[in-house]
């Protein structure tokens, strides 16, 4: 029998689409660091589709910046197809633990009111164990 002992689990939140129908989101509260002290806490949705943890390009001053664009021009793979980035490297609390891992900011990341970017799995699955437990509606 798979253990489902973890020090961590992200519980996945129930919403409605438009037609009713029942959506579950992974939705991982995450303290950006910021210079000075102090944090931020940003709602991510866990997306195991995305190798890199993904903002809204209106959050850059949440990184301290003048714009959006002053980082690293990097192409990213979106289910859209391939887009240009600006690659940062942030400093995030994830589960008690601060880690620097890459941000992309993009410009094509629409808003959603329930999270305001994506929590990419390699940040996961590089600082953490990994399980998942679709009829539980968890991620280990």
């Known amino acids: 029998?798979?253990?489902?002992?973890?020090?961590?689990?992200?519980?996945?939140?129930?919403?409605?689409?438009?037609?009713?129908?029942?959506?579950?989101?992974?939705?991982?509260?995450?303290?950006?660091?910021?210079?000075?002290?102090?944090?931020?806490?940003?709602?991510?949705?866990?997306?195991?589709?995305?190798?890199?943890?993904?903002?809204?390009?209106?959050?850059?001053?949440?990184?301290?910046?003048?714009?959006?664009?002053?980082?690293e021009l990097v192409q990213t793979g979106t289910g859209g197809g391939t887009v240009d980035a600006y690659k940062y490297i942030a400093e995030l609390e994830i589960f008690g633990k601060s880690i620097q891992c890459p941000v992309h900011l993009l410009s094509t990341l629409s808003f959603n009111p329930l999270f305001c970017g994506l929590l990419g799995r390699d940040t996961i699955f590089n600082e953490f164990g990994f399980g998942f437990w679709e009829s539980t509606h968890e991620y280990m």
Do not use: C, H
């Open 1 to 71: 029998m798979v253990s489902k002992d973890f020090d961590q689990t992200i519980r996945f939140y129930e919403v409605k689409d438009q037609n009713g129908n029942s959506v579950w989101l992974p939705i991982v509260e995450v303290i950006l660091l910021v210079q000075g002290g102090g944090g931020i806490t940003l709602p991510l949705l866990f997306d195991t589709g995305a190798s890199v943890t993904t903002l809204r390009a209106d959050l850059y001053p949440l990184l301290g910046l003048q714009s959006w664009d002053q980082g």
